[in-house]
């Protein structure tokens, strides 16, 4: 048996920059917890730490939090771009407090950069892509050589094995140790949610989309859940924890029509009573979809639009056209269902003219919410490779990849052009009377009115910075 604590580092948002700062969501690390899982089945002794939602600093864990811990064999944490120099300076710190421990980091950016990683001296193992079988394999001793999916150091090289075969079937996956969490201190973003508390989901891994802009997570495939086994888990989540709400967190909930329209019927007929939210495609829904979707308790979908110019549509191969997004959200509306609409400034042949073309999209297309947001380059996509090329990217410092600093510069548009433009593109979409009157009227409860209450002091502050 080996004792593994793994570690959700704490957030960072750039230079506090970040609209969302104050009312985003706080949520576990499912990969985590489906780590976790996996290594209780084998008789591990697993700890769960959750930095982002518990508010810990890197500055508590070296002061307190790491204490209540003994003899650790192993310490896996987590990192996207974002979080990787915590994530780091957490490394650090498990070196610094447990004798002979392992360090071992997995997520998105050590599995795109793992010989950056691995170069740290405070990290001995790199996860590639999925990470339950290949922790597994780790904590039951079997060489690093012989592990798909590892990277290592041996002798001062870095090493990194062959790939891992991505899990066929996603229901042989147990559910994730929600029992080694503290469930209270989740919380979703404001104005995202009907009923608390609620917890994030996955209903499949990858996204059938090919964007510039995203990083193709699980090699570009996608795998899915049955129906059964996502109500299996809601009810355990209802049943053990008392969530009211699940939102999925899928790349694209509806990709696999069959499976969300089984899964809809099942929450009407066995009459589970749970609101739910999810992300989509515009191309991936329909109205007859949408009408049994709310049926079920969907109350809100979330649809990356991402520029109202449609070479830039292009450019980010995103495959979808503004009619096509005018249709679905009127649609959605009818059926009576809540929309949020993303946008990005600053992708491939952005200017300050479709800028402003997609502001005033935003607004013809009215969604209930919107989301602007500043293109981030990230390392492994085709955005990053693009920019840096042309020698457009002008930082490096990972805590600087959030999706509201401006790490990159294009030609006309430099980084304060496109801050301006963020904070003027919220501006005009939520003061406009007709937006403030619309939310005043959905609110149907106090929790509702706290929610808008919050929502309208972080746009002021944000706009009086």
Known sequence: MKKILLINPPWVIGEDKNLWNEVASAWPSLGLGYIAAVLEIEGHQVYYLDCSSEHYTVGDLDREILDNYRELDFVGITATTPLVKNALAIAELAKKKFKDVKVVLGGVHPSIMPDEVLSHPAVDYVVMDEGEETMKELAAGLEPAAIRGLGYKKDGQIHKNPPRPLIPDLDAIPAPAYHLMNMKTFRPAVGSYKRLPVMILFATRGCPGRCTFCYRTFRGLVRK?????IINEIKILKRDYGIREVAFYDDTFTIFRPVVKEFCEIMINENINMTWSCFSRVDCVDEELLRLMKKAGCHLILFGVESADEQILKNVNKRISLDQV???????????????ASFMFGNQGETEETIKKTINFAIKLDPDEVQFNIATPYPGTE????????????SFDWNDYSMSNTVFELPGLDRKKLQRYYSLAHRKFYFRPK???????????????????????????????
Do not use: P
């Open 225 to 229: 859940r049955s129906a059964r086994n």
């Open 326 to 340: 005018l249709k679905v959200i009127r649609t959605a509306r009818k059926v009576g269902l809540e929309t949020r």
């Open 383 to 394: 955005l990053f490779a693009w920019a840096k090329e042309r020698g457009y990217i002008k």
């Open 435 to 465: 937006v403030v009157l619309r939310r005043l009227f959905h609110i149907r409860s106090l929790d509702q009115l706290k929610q808008e209450f919050k929502g309208a002091l972080a746009l002021l502050r944000f706009f009086n910075k």
